[in-house]
């Protein structure tokens, strides 16, 4: 690990113009390329305290050897420089777009004598004109098939096309009418390139000039009596408009616009284009990148316009750019897609309109790519497989943890506080091992004392269910220190041989606990049923969402009820570092560590499951009732003695026997909601501030 300062140049030597800089290693491979307005400014944040840099940021100046630099003249030629640089040296620092597939074009060849219509892949070609992308092969083979009845267009192979030239005996295609047939000599080279050239004009967006065309010629031709003629121009205008009809209008009065959106988290982003042509989207694409830099959504913008246009001209830069933030220089960005286009390009957030409710539905459309994403590479076994390795080997783990648990506290400005714990087993979620706590010690916020009780009170429930299925050693002769352990069992002190160990169904009061105050089933979340869900299984590693004040809870947790084999983590997330207990510094993970992320999706679906049961419960507080307080009152009967009575308040001034005259209510029920409707005080009354009048509470609306 390389010291900055020892690479560190004088203020002196770094001008204060536009440019470009490259960080390398010691073996003068490029790791970083990036761009300045002023190239002092912006170096001097590398070389500051690195404590106070962002971690990313930390390991690649640590990782550097020495720092170079380019003066341009504009920020223009600093925003080309760089595309340039990042695709020569291809840095590991430097975020890059990949494509998640290989997307098909629709291809014209205009640099050959007999331009052919195809479908193409890779990279593009110089001289050809291409239109897309789309999402499947397929889809461009039947808009081509539709498209040549108008435009017969070669489509052959240069063998295919050779061949029919030596026999003078065209394809199919030229039997049947769907290629001009330029092979044998039916149209010459001029006529087929405008063929061509027509072609292209369509599929770029300008095609209501051919069809009122065709149309125009169908009627001359129907008055000339000509109905063979007419019905073929019919026919192919039918097909047009069928092509045409193949990608929905979006957007009116023909736009030309790129819409780009960007859904990312803490490690990744997956970047999402729509292609509007003719008002009407003729191609998508996505991307996904790791943010191996400290870069936002207006850098990973800039990013994505660099590798979307950096080797395009001309009419593929279209006239609009909508995008969800602008560039850190907009003006500069926009300057350099007009010098690629050759015209005004403009480059803006959608406000309103279609546009912006285009915009919603790319952006709907790169939160799916993420999650897909995220969700194949979770599934992969040999990616699980190393994540569970690399956790092992950074946090010291003797085997891979082949369970995990994390635990998230989640509150509202400390109501309703909860927490959560989610279990994955070999890098997989088991939903079914979910479990949800209420904070019930205390009132207020306090993370760090609710995870210790949460930690506490799951793990006196595991040694709870250790001693109710007997897997305790009973051997009296033998002191707790001398007492041998199987695999995951807890080190806690061993029971005596008289206690007696439980057979029937896991009671629900003060059990005695060997190394700890008895397990409050008061406190424990239950079954549907009535029943104590069971804890018997324990992890390898336990995670919290937290850093070292939540860890060292954790930890004091687990040490109160002598468990001593259980690994503890925490997982901050502003930096996503790694804290163990005990240790002053975090362990930090390689930005590419399949570890890392797995750490990470864990603590995301631990926020996620608390979150969820923290709203469901401020709701049902918030459309709480006095009726809910009644044993064996549901929804049902509920509803039915509203709708009868037609308030709460006319309910509680009713007696018993009026009560009892609403089907499904009994005397014992309605004796029950009589006395529940009594304890609680009714809410004063609504007064109109305005006549003074007291305003009747004439619907069900519930008291808290």
């Avoid at 967006?205 to 069809?211: H, W």
């Avoid at 005004?344 to 790519?369: C, E, F, H, W, Y």
């Avoid at 503890?568 to 590419?592: F, H, N, Q, T």
């Avoid at 029920?669 to 009747?696: C, D, M, Q």
Wanted: negative net charge; contains cysteine.
């Amino acid at each position: 690990m390389a010291d900055p300062s020892s690479y560190r140049p004088k203020p002196g030597q770094i001008p204060d113009s536009p440019g470009v800089y490259k960080f390398r290693d010691e073996h003068r491979r490029v790791i970083y390329v990036g761009k300045a307005k002023n190239l002092r400014q912006r170096l001097a944040n590398y070389f500051q305290d690195l404590a106070g840099l962002h971690p990313r940021t930390r390991t690649m100046v640590t990782t550097a050897a020495s720092v170079e630099w380019t003066v341009v003249s504009t920020e223009v030629e600093a925003l080309q420089l760089e595309y340039s640089w990042i695709k020569e040296y291809d840095p590991r620092f430097n975020v890059k777009y990949r494509d998640d597939k290989s997307y098909p074009y629709l291809a014209v060849t205009l640099n050959e004598e007999f331009p052919r219509v195809q479908v193409m892949r890779g990279a593009k070609k110089k001289g050809v004109r291409y239109f897309g992308p789309y999402g499947h092969a397929w889809a461009i083979r039947e808009t081509v098939d539709l498209m040549l009845r108008v435009f017969p267009v070669r489509t052959c192979s240069a063998g295919v096309f050779k061949n029919a030239a030596r026999t003078g005996r065209p394809c199919l295609l030229g039997y049947i009418g769907k290629c001009s047939a330029p092979c044998v000599g039916r149209v010459t080279p001029e006529e087929h390139r405008e063929l061509a050239d027509e072609f292209c004009d369509f599929m770029a967006g300008r095609t209501g000039a051919y069809i009122r065309r065709l149309e125009k010629d169908m009627t001359a031709a129907a008055e000339e009596m000509e109905y063979e003629r007419a019905a073929r121009l019919r026919d192919d205008a039918e097909a047009l408009k069928r092509a045409m009809e193949k990608s929905a209008v979006v957007l009116a009065d023909a736009t030309d616009a790129d819409l780009i959106a960007v859904a990312e988290d803490e490690l990744e982003a997956a970047v999402q284009i729509f292609h509007v042509r003719g008002g009407r989207v003729r191609g998508q694409r996505g991307w996904v990148t790791d943010k191996v830099e400290n870069v936002d959504t207006s850098g990973l913008v800039e990013h994505a316009l660099q590798q979307l246009y950096g080797e395009e001209a001309g009419d593929a830069v279209p006239k609009e750019v909508l995008v969800p933030a602008l560039p850190e220089d907009p003006d500069a960005v926009s300057q350099w897609l007009a010098e690629r286009r050759g015209s005004q390009v403009s480059l803006r957030i959608p406000q309103r309109g279609d546009k912006k409710d285009l915009m919603a539905t790319v952006q709907r459309n790169a939160q799916q790519a993420l999650g897909l994403h995220k969700t194949k590479r979770a599934s992969d076994l040999t990616t699980r497989s190393r994540a569970l390795e690399e956790i092992s080997e950074a946090l010291g783990l003797d085997t891979a943890p082949l369970r995990i648990e994390c635990f998230d506290i989640s509150h509202l400005q400390g109501d309703d506080v909860v927490a959560s714990m989610v279990v994955f087993e070999d890098g997989l979620a088991r939903k079914g091992e979910y479990r949800r706590f209420q904070i019930k010690t205390f009132e207020g916020q306090d993370d760090v004392r609710s995870m210790h009780e949460v930690i506490g009170r799951r793990f006196r429930r595991y040694l709870h269910e250790k001693e109710h299925t007997g897997e305790w050693e009973e051997n009296p002769a033998q002191t707790p220190e001398q007492t041998s352990q199987t695999p995951g069992q807890t080190s806690g002190p061993t029971p005596t041989a008289t206690a007696p160990v439980p057979t029937g169904p896991a009671p629900t009061g003060p059990v005695p606990a060997p190394t700890g105050p008895a397990p409050d089933s008061a406190a424990e979340p239950r079954e549907d049923d009535g029943r104590p869900k069971r804890f018997a299984y324990p992890p390898q590693l336990l995670v919290v969402d937290g850093g070292q004040p939540q860890v060292a809870a954790a930890k004091r947790a687990l040490d109160e009820l002598g468990i001593d084999d259980i690994a503890v983590c925490g997982l901050a997330k502003r930096l996503e570092e790694v804290w163990l207990p005990d240790d002053d510094d975090p362990v930090v993970l390689p930005r590419s560590s399949e570890g890392l992320y797995l750490l990470q999706r864990i603590r995301d679906e631990a926020h996620r499951f608390a979150i969820t049961y923290q709203r469901a419960k401020r709701a049902k507080r918030v459309r709480s009732s006095p009726l809910d307080d009644v044993t064996g009152l549901g929804d049902t009967r509920k509803q039915a003695l509203i709708k009868h009575f037609g308030s709460v308040k006319k309910l509680r001034q009713a007696t018993i026997d009026e009560i009892c005259e609403v089907p499904g209510i009994g005397r014992r029920t309605a004796e029950s909601v009589a006395v529940a409707l009594a304890s609680t005080t009714p809410a004063a009354p609504a007064v109109n501030t305005a006549t003074g009048e007291i305003i009747e509470e004439d619907d069900g609306g519930s008291t808290t």
